[in-house]
């Protein structure tokens, strides 16, 4: 090796030198530039998660003002049409500023505000922006309490899921939260109720990482009839509340 290292050339030594130090320099700026690249997109993200959630905000405000109004204006208070029309107005504004930054942010290769992705995180299909202004003429149009609250309910839960969606996609969530989810199956108790026929089950919590659970993970209409409120309250054993309201401790 040495010899080698003798029989070169002095230009040559210092070119080899050159290039031993070179490569990692290069090998540190490309990882360097990655880095900034990465942390430039990140905060464009960011900025337009923040511009997306500007409207949304408004209408989540202005939707909870509108319920409250229009509920009171539905028992007979009509001194209250004015300020109704008022916050319908405002209602609508914010609809057309979210249409406004939808068009321009809502692009899959920004922050991708589509169905596709609403059904990948488990989101409302309400959540499009053109559903909530289909529901909110529906909503403006309720001829009774009931229908008027059944409506802005879906609203604020549509707008708040996309919210939450916009939050993952633009990076300004990004910590997991911990939710309980129930899960329901035949119940396993010795209660002479709990015969192979019947309809009672159990429901085990078990803790999930995902934020909501919709479909066949969680039944859909909370507790089924005639089932078991079963939670762990020691070990070894688990508290059994069925629909009277009685309670007992059984060993699992």
């Known amino acids: ?12 030594k210092l070119l ?13 700026a490309v990882l360097f530039l990655k880095e900034a690249h990465y942390k430039i997109n990140f905060a464009r993200f960011e900025l337009d998660g923040d511009t997306y959630l500007r409207p949304c905000a408004s209408l989540l405000e202005h ?6 109004l229009q509920r009171r204006l539905l028992k007979g208070d009509t001194s209250l049409k004015a300020q109704v029309a008022d916050t319908e107005a405002a209602v609508d504004r914010d609809l057309h500023e979210l249409d406004a930054v939808d068009a ?7 922050l991708d505000v589509s169905l596709t992705k609403l059904i990948e ?21 309720a001829a009774t309490q009931a229908a008027s609250d059944e409506l802005h309910a879906a609203m604020l839960h549509d707008v708040n899921d996309l919210i939450s969606s916009v939050g993952d996609t633009s990076k300004l969530i990004l910590t ?7 899960r329901w199956t035949r119940c396993s108790c010795a209660r002479p109720a709990c015969s192979p026929s019947c309809t009672t089950w159990r429901s085990p919590s078990t803790t999930s990482f995902a934020r909501r659970h919709h479909g066949a993970r969680a039944h859909p209409g909370g507790r089924p009839p005639g089932a078991h409120a079963v939670r762990r309250v020691q070990r070894g054993h688990r508290l059994v509340v069925d629909d009277q309201g009685e309670r007992a401790l059984q060993p699992v």
């Open 121 to 141: 995180r488990e989101r409302s299909e309400g959540a499009l922006p053109v559903n909530l202004k289909k529901n909110w003429e529906k909503a403006k149009a």
């Open 1 to 12: 090796m040495l010899g080698i290292l003798n029989r070169l050339k002095i230009w040559q």
């Open 16 to 28: 080899m030198v050159g290039i031993f130090f070179t490569v990692p320099l290069v090998f540190a």
């Open 63 to 68: 939707l909870g003002r509108h319920q409250v």
């Open 176 to 182: 997991r939260i911990w939710t309980r989810t129930t």
């Open 104 to 110: 321009q942010l809502g692009a899959p290769d920004r």
